[in-house]
């Protein structure tokens, strides 16, 4: 969706008519969370005027407490109204996604969206009018317990493209698409996924800072409609074992003006030498930006054989295993789709990420290693090594290990964004570690 710039003036009458009530200025910290500060619309000049403050502290991976006094700016391109009544007189909430200033009135490094407006910055730089993002969020809906909390027994019994009574999230699914149309999103699709209670909505591309902030938007509206018709939504990216996870499939195309820089009708794949080392550079840093676009510990339960998820670090056309495929669609829709990320990701960090290393593989002329166009699956350890298909990092720890190794990564979100993230994954990762699951008592108690 093409979004509207609007001005002070246009978003105070807009208020007015609309009958809000509250502003929700929202944010998101270093691991990815949605956070808002709601005021009353007699606060709304403060808003406009950016000089809305908050305390940083308080925030996962901001700041100490002895600097804590912070701005929000909000990006008044962003502001929309939630389509949903907040009280029986017809009150509205309006949104508006702020960037983070320190009390200097500073662009804060800790702030993800300001990471991703400087890498933005740096291909612009190079020669590229825009990074254009389309992702495909997939999420489970669950059963609520008699006291209204979150089960693990799933909604139905659907599949891939199934229908009611199957497919029992069908109106929950259909609500969900109506309101995102409300709130000025173009709906391509939406359909059940694989697995059962798993569903995926597809929404078009767009510019990657608006792509950005469009993921968290849908997160936000996909949990509170299922919430409203007695669902729980999650995109956990493996909620229940044996069956397929959620991932969060980007494709992602640079453009030149008007062009697509990633095709060329002269070459056998209809791929650039731009795309080529694009390509180059998402392999040559995969195993680094896994920790961004994998972030928690149950995303290496999901990136495992057997479950449709890559595990290794390949690229096809013509196939679904490998990390990075080629749709078939050329043109201005030549894109690459990188299949790995899940919809934990912070979306701003991640698609920095994954731009730095694309823009890293421009520069250096990084070629990738031949298409895989077999069931990496079913090759063994060798043909995996002749073919030099590496994998990817198989727990959190491990890929914390190599995004702490990647200078080009650790650039793209900065240095404060890195360490607070390496740290908490860190501390997460050793959390888990010292807890016994059941799989443990199960194979263990009575055999030792």
Do not use: C
């Given at each position: 969706?093409?979004?509207?710039?609007?001005?002070?003036?246009?978003?105070?009458?807009?208020?007015?008519?609309?009958?809000?009530?509250?502003?929700?200025v929202?944010f998101?910290d270093?691991?990815g969370?949605?956070?808002?500060?709601?005021v009353?619309?007699?606060?709304?000049?403060?808003?406009?005027?950016?000089?809305?403050?908050?305390?940083?502290?308080?925030?996962?991976?901001?700041?100490?407490i002895?600097?804590s006094?912070?701005?929000?700016?909000?990006?008044?391109?962003?502001?929309?109204?939630?389509?949903?009544?907040?009280?029986?007189?017809?009150?509205?909430?309006?949104?508006?996604?702020?960037?983070?200033?320190?009390?200097?009135?500073?662009?804060?490094?800790?702030?993800?969206?300001?990471?991703?407006?400087?890498?933005?910055?740096?291909?612009k730089a190079?020669?590229?009018?825009?990074?254009?993002?389309?992702?495909?969020?997939?999420?489970?809906?669950?059963?609520?317990?008699?006291?209204?909390?979150?089960?693990?027994?799933?909604?139905?019994?659907?599949?891939?493209?199934?229908?009611?009574?199957?497919?029992m999230g069908?109106?929950?699914?259909?609500?969900?698409?109506?309101?995102?149309?409300?709130?000025?999103?173009?709906?391509?699709?939406?359909?059940?996924?694989?697995?059962?209670?798993?569903?995926?909505?597809?929404?078009?591309?767009?510019?990657?800072?608006?792509?950005?902030?469009?993921?968290?938007?849908?997160?936000?509206?996909?949990?509170?409609?299922?919430?409203?018709?007695?669902?729980?939504?999650?995109?956990?990216?493996?909620?229940?074992?044996?069956?397929?996870?959620?991932?969060?499939?980007?494709?992602?195309?640079?453009?030149?003006?008007?062009?697509?820089?990633?095709e060329?009708?002269?070459?056998?794949?209809?791929?650039?030498?731009?795309?080529?080392?694009?390509?180059?550079?998402?392999?040559?840093?995969?195993?680094?930006?896994t920790?961004?676009?994998?972030?928690?510990?149950?995303?290496?339960?999901?990136?495992?054989?057997?479950?449709?998820?890559?595990?290794?670090v390949?690229?096809?056309?013509?196939?679904?295993?490998p990390?990075?495929?080629?749709p078939a669609?050329?043109?201005?829709?030549?894109?690459?789709e990188l299949?790995?990320?899940?919809?934990?990701?912070?979306?701003?960090?991640?698609?920095?990420?994954?731009l730095a290393?694309?823009?890293d593989?421009?520069?250096?002329?990084?070629?990738?290693?031949?298409?895989?166009?077999?069931?990496?699956?079913?090759?063994?350890?060798?043909?995996?090594?002749?073919?030099?298909?590496t994998?990817?990092?198989?727990?959190?720890?491990?890929?914390?290990?190599?995004?702490?190794?990647?200078d080009?990564?650790?650039?793209?979100?900065?240095?404060?964004?890195?360490?607070?993230?390496?740290?908490?994954?860190?501390?997460?990762?050793?959390?888990?570690?010292?807890?016994?699951?059941?799989?443990?008592?199960?194979?263990?108690?009575e055999?030792?």
């Amino acid at each position: 969706m093409a979004r509207k710039s609007f001005t002070k003036e246009e978003i105070k009458a807009i208020i007015a008519d609309e009958n809000v009530e509250f502003i929700r200025v929202t944010f998101t910290d270093v691991l990815g969370a949605i956070k808002n500060v709601e005021v009353p619309i007699s606060q709304l000049d403060k808003v406009l005027d950016n000089n809305l403050m908050f305390d940083g502290s308080s925030i996962e991976g901001f700041v100490r407490i002895n600097e804590s006094d912070m701005y929000l700016y909000p990006d008044l391109s962003t502001f929309m109204i939630f389509p949903w009544a907040t009280d029986s007189h017809g009150g509205k909430v309006a949104r508006l996604i702020a960037d983070i200033y320190t009390s200097d009135r500073e662009p804060f490094a800790g702030d993800p969206r300001h990471a991703l407006r400087k890498v933005l910055a740096d291909a612009k730089a190079e020669g590229f009018s825009a990074f254009n993002v389309g992702t495909e969020p997939e999420f489970f809906l669950f059963k609520l317990d008699a006291n209204g909390n979150p089960t693990t027994e799933l909604n139905d019994k659907g599949g891939y493209f199934d229908l009611a009574p199957l497919d029992m999230g069908e109106n929950v699914r259909r609500e969900i698409v109506l309101t995102l149309e409300k709130m000025g999103f173009e709906i391509e699709a939406a359909h059940h996924e694989v697995a059962e209670g798993q569903h995926e909505v597809d929404f078009k591309y767009a510019s990657a800072l608006e792509a950005a902030d469009n993921i968290q938007t849908f997160k936000l509206v996909v949990k509170t409609i299922a919430r409203k018709n007695g669902y729980f939504a999650t995109f956990m990216p493996k909620p229940v074992a044996g069956i397929n996870g959620s991932g969060m499939h980007t494709n992602m195309s640079l453009f030149r003006g008007d062009a697509n820089a990633f095709e060329d009708t002269a070459d056998e794949m209809g791929l650039s030498k731009t795309a080529y080392n694009f390509l180059g550079g998402l392999l040559a840093h995969a195993t680094a930006f896994t920790a961004l676009a994998n972030p928690t510990v149950n995303s290496y339960k999901r990136l495992t054989p057997g479950f449709e998820a890559p595990v290794y670090v390949a690229w096809s056309a013509s196939n679904r295993s490998p990390m990075v495929r080629v749709p078939a669609s050329r043109g201005k829709s030549t894109r690459l789709e990188l299949r790995s990320v899940d919809p934990t990701a912070n979306p701003y960090t991640t698609l920095a990420a994954i731009l730095a290393a694309g823009l890293d593989g421009i520069k250096h002329e990084l070629e990738p290693l031949a298409s895989v166009d077999k069931n990496i699956y079913l090759m063994d350890e060798n043909e995996r090594a002749r073919a030099g298909i590496t994998d990817l990092p198989d727990t959190l720890l491990a890929a914390v290990r190599e995004l702490s190794q990647d200078d080009t990564i650790i650039a793209a979100i900065g240095s404060h964004i890195a360490d607070k993230f390496i740290e908490a994954k860190k501390i997460e990762y050793t959390s888990y570690r010292q807890y016994v699951s059941k799989w443990e008592t199960d194979a263990y108690l009575e055999n030792y």
